[in-house]
């Protein structure tokens, strides 16, 4: 039993001694990687930074007003919502104007087809009763 624990005892240096060495090899590695990410995290945090003095002026465009916070009121560039309710002139209330307005043209539009095919069948009726 004792020569048992002895083998276990040796493989359990040799696996330590190899984990150490697997450690020492990629070390480097890992730190250059470690390096990277902080390098990217300080590239991202810059571009946000950029982003967020950007929104104002993008709200200006949206919303037609420069607003400073999201609320029910308004919403708009970067908050979770857009047309709140004194949103009237921004961008997505406009876009729906046009949208309504495009299908009240579109409806109009099949109305008078209708309406042209039912002359032209009349038309054609009454060609046919006078030959």
């Known amino acids: ?44 945090n810059e571009k946000l930074k950029t982003f967020g003095m950007n929104i104002p002026e993008l709200k200006l465009k949206m919303c037609d007003s420069n ?15 857009c047309e709140g309710l004194s949103c009237d002139v921004g961008a997505v209330s406009k876009a729906n104007q046009a949208l309504d307005v495009a299908k009240q043209q579109s409806a109009k539009i099949k109305s008078h087809m209708d309406e042209a095919e039912q002359l032209l069948r009349n038309v054609i009726a009454k060609k046919i009763m006078h030959k």
């Not at 470690?34 to 990217?40: F, G, I, T, V, W």
């Not at 607003?67 to 919502?81: E, K, P, Q, R, Y």
């Open 1 to 44: 039993m004792a020569n048992n624990t002895g083998n276990v005892l040796a493989d359990a240096e040799r696996f330590r001694k190899h984990t150490e060495n697997l450690l020492a090899k990629n070390r480097a590695s890992v730190d250059e990687a470690q390096e990277r990410n902080k390098e990217s995290l300080t590239k991202l």
């Open 67 to 81: 607003v400073t916070n999201c609320s029910i009121v308004c919403g708009g560039a970067g908050c979770g919502f």
